[in-house]
């Protein structure tokens, strides 16, 4: 059975600080890896989508990582601001035929002090 | 574009009562999805519709809990006979595809309290 777990369960830094997350999945037979943000009482927002055959997506202040053979994938945030509160899910999608779906950890919740 | 929406934001029910939740995708979005996220967790995969056909409902949690897409387009799910276990918030996702080149867009969540 799939299992993804993300490190740490929580992270506290001040503004500016670049800093890392990490997801680590069990089964490598995977199709992608997503990286969420969810902020309280709102819905998830997708940040970056690696697809199996990729190494690395960037989006502005954020990359993310995939290695796929090992289980791991990081998410860097770069010069890290308030806004950037929030706790962040990573999702990888996997299965077979009709029976695909997304597998979630706990998430990483962000505390950004200005 | 608008994204996608979700009815109601809050629902507070007493135990023993059935809910709907409804869930209005990305207009032209084929496939669709629901996941259950209680406090503290990530969401749990709960359904799948490509179009109107529901092609994975192994995440259902029992039979109380039903999710219909008869046009393809907004999907439902009911919870009869609510228990307390079935608080939590409702996600719906959709996405363009399916597959894994697909991004899946979330809506705001349902938050069930049940009482």
Known sequence: KQEVTQIPAALSVPEGENLVLNCSFTDSAIYNLQWFRQDPGKGLTSLLLIQSSQREQTSGRLNASLDKSSGRSTLYIAASQPGDSATYLCAVFLGAGNNRKLIWGLGTSLAVNP | ?115
């Open chain 2, 1 to 115: 574009g608008a994204g996608v929406s979700q009815s109601p934001r809050y629902k507070v029910a007493k135990r023993g009562q059935d809910v709907a939740l409804r869930c209005d995708p990305i207009s032209g979005h084929v496939s669709l999805f629901w996941y259950q996220q209680a406090l503290g967790q990530g969401p749990e995969f709960l359904t799948y519709f490509q179009n109107e056909a529901q092609l994975d409902k192994s995440g259902l949690p029992s039979d109380r809990f039903f999710a219909e897409r008869p046009e393809g387009s907004v999907s439902t799910l009911k919870i009869q006979r609510t228990q307390q276990e079935d608080s939590a918030v409702y996600l719906c996702a959709s996405s363009l595809g399916f597959g894994g080149s697909y991004e899946q867009y979330f809506g705001p969540g349902t938050r069930l309290t049940v009482t």
